[in-house]
């Protein structure tokens, strides 16, 4: 790969407590993923996906192991310059919209804006309008379809100019046809502007459709022959 290593995990181990017995979920895993690069995760329920997510994104951190990303070691930062980070430097969609319900869709998209100060008005029009949302900016979430909403929640999850996005089952709470056309959006969007997307998803065909997809078992992650 031409392209310089974004992210860099190592021997990212982690066990839950589950009552008198402990249940390894990730056992040394390691992954490099290059800048622009698309990376799908997927397997089973309950395999670990989300899990690994949310550590190499620094939401969760690992029983043991090492994530470097943009030259910066995730666990040995400080919880307030590790939150700047990720309010900086990463986006994030999940499979709840997370959306706050009394807020308009134009103002749910601000808000990662707002937190830095930053101006966020002409580019949270601008997000809306791109992800096909210019006649819905005063909608309030209860007024709009899940398909929109989750449009909105990448919009947010954008608006900070984020270099990579993390996208946790985006398609999860959608119809085929609609969860097809989230994928497409994710994946135009972060080509255009040159981001790295890391996905997780239970789906194979949608899986496939980046540069590469990974399975995830009995806690280890194995290259998928089709990618």
Same mark, same amino acid.
């Given at each position: 790969?031409?392209?310089?290593? =974004?992210? +860099?995990?190592?021997?990212?181990?982690?066990?839950?407590?589950?009552?008198?017995?402990?249940?390894?979920?990730?056992?040394?895993?390691? #992954?490099? $993923?290059?800048?622009?690069?698309?990376?799908?995760?997927? &397997?089973? %329920? !309950?395999?670990?996906? %989300?899990?690994?997510l %949310? +550590?190499?994104?620094? #939401?969760?951190? @690992?029983?043991?192991?090492?994530?470097?990303?943009?030259?910066?070691?995730?666990?040995?930062?400080?919880? =307030?310059?590790?939150?700047?980070? /990720?309010?900086?430097?990463?986006?994030? $969609?999940?499979?709840?919209?997370?959306?706050?319900?009394?807020?308009?869709?134009?103002?749910?998209?601000? #808000?990662?804006? /707002? #937190?830095?100060g930053? @101006?966020?008005?002409?580019?949270?029009?601008?997000?809306?309008?791109?992800? &096909?949302?210019?006649?819905?900016?005063? =909608?309030?979430?209860?007024?709009?379809? !899940?398909?929109?909403?989750q449009? $909105?929640?990448?919009?947010?999850?954008?608006?900070?100019?984020?270099?990579?996005?993390?996208?946790?089952e @985006?398609? !999860?709470?959608?119809?085929?046809?609609?969860?097809?056309?989230i994928?497409?959006?994710?994946?135009?969007?972060?080509?255009?502007?040159?981001?790295?997307? +890391?996905? $997780?998803?239970?789906?194979?065909?949608?899986?496939?459709?980046?540069?590469?997809?990974?399975? +995830?078992?009995? &806690?280890?992650?194995?290259?998928?022959? %089709?990618?």
């Amino acid at each position: 790969m031409s392209s310089p290593a =974004h992210l +860099i995990a190592r021997e990212l181990r982690q066990t839950y407590c589950l009552g008198n017995r402990s249940l390894e979920i990730l056992r040394g895993i390691d #992954l490099t $993923v290059y800048q622009g690069e698309k990376v799908f995760f997927r &397997g089973a %329920s !309950g395999v670990g996906k %989300s899990t690994l997510l %949310s +550590i190499l994104a620094g #939401l969760e951190k @690992p029983q043991s192991g090492v994530v470097m990303f943009q030259g910066n070691s995730l666990f040995t930062m400080k919880a =307030h310059s590790l939150a700047l980070l /990720r309010n900086q430097s990463m986006g994030f $969609v999940f499979q709840s919209y997370f959306l706050l319900p009394e807020l308009s869709a134009l103002e749910n998209v601000q #808000l990662p804006a /707002r #937190l830095l100060g930053k @101006p966020y008005l002409e580019r949270a029009k601008d997000l809306l309008t791109r992800v &096909g949302l210019a006649n819905r900016f005063d =909608h309030l979430p209860s007024q709009l379809s !899940g398909g929109e909403q989750q449009r $909105v929640a990448i919009a947010r999850a954008l608006m900070n100019t984020p270099t990579i996005l993390f996208a946790d089952e @985006p398609t !999860g709470n959608l119809d085929t046809a609609t969860g097809a056309s989230i994928i497409d959006l994710l994946l135009e969007i972060t080509q255009e502007e040159k981001q790295t997307l +890391i996905a $997780v998803t239970h789906d194979p065909l949608l899986a496939a459709r980046g540069d590469r997809q990974f399975l +995830i078992t009995d &806690g280890c992650l194995y290259a998928s022959p %089709s990618s």
